[in-house]
């Protein structure tokens, strides 16, 4: 499995059986390293919830593609509005798709919907969420926007996690040191930091992250990943 990074929280993930994009914040993202336009074929979109840094191009890369944007339900409703191909879920729930298995798990944020060309214009759009993600036999999980919350313990008591995709600019959501305590219950093999440095408010030194979690928690190896850049697990 390949997990390629492409900026602020915006993941492809490639398997055997399928490939699919995360948060795809493209147009507008001073730190993606490709637009819309190179995605010309994805089995699935995932979108953790409605805010723009995170929606960004779904419901257009959905038209393209084909692909499903999968997320929960209100949002769901909202993005179908505007022409998107959508699965509806909750947190909790699972479903098995052709390129793998997903799982909607809880974040604790919030989430709007902002209509296309409406900006000013906000919609509430339901719970935001993560997500636990089953591909090639792996366990991956993409905690979404979120502050630490007890209950990561469980999601990796019950799902050996090959990788963590975990926030740590702060302000909106955890910071380093939260995210570093979140791998102590999470313990996933390897840890990806993602949501900082696209905006002045989530500043934030990476490899201080890196330092932080080999002193406190070296279990887990993280991985620093520029946009464009891949881990192979």
């Known amino acids: 499995m390949e997990i390629r990074f492409h900026g602020h929280a915006c993941f492809e993930i490639i398997g055997e059986k399928g490939r699919i994009l995360i948060d795809p914040f493209l147009n507008g993202n001073p730190a993606a390293d490709v637009g819309p336009e190179h995605f010309t074929h994805l089995d699935g979109i995932l979108v953790s919830h409605g805010h723009s840094d995170h929606l960004g191009d779904a419901i257009e890369l959905s038209q393209k593609t084909g692909a499903p944007l999968i997320c929960v339900f209100e949002l769901a409703r909202l993005c179908a509005r505007y022409g998107a191909k959508t699965h509806a879920m909750h947190i909790g729930g699972k479903h098995t798709f052709n390129f793998g298995t997903v799982r909607l798990t809880q974040a604790l944020h ?3 919907f902002e209509p296309p060309g409406e900006e000013e214009s906000f919609t509430y759009a339901g719970l935001a969420c993560g997500f636990l993600i089953q591909m090639d ?4 999980y993409h905690a979404g926007d979120t502050g630490l919350f007890g209950d990561m313990e469980l999601i990796g008591r019950r799902h050996p ?3 963590a995709m975990l926030p740590i600019g702060d302000n909106y959501t955890m910071g380093q040191e939260e995210a570093v305590y979140a791998a102590t219950l ?3 093999n390897y840890l990806i930091p993602m949501h900082y440095n696209t905006f002045p408010v989530i500043q934030q030194d990476p490899q201080e992250f890196i330092e932080l979690l080999k002193r406190k928690f070296p279990a887990s190896k993280g991985e620093i990943l520029a946009p464009g850049q891949s881990l192979i697990i």
Request: charged share 15%; glycine share 16%; proline share 8%.
């Open 186 to 188: 999470l313990r996933p």
């Open 161 to 163: 996690l090959a990788a």
């Open 110 to 112: 919030g989430s709007v």
């Open 137 to 140: 036999g792996k366990w991956i």
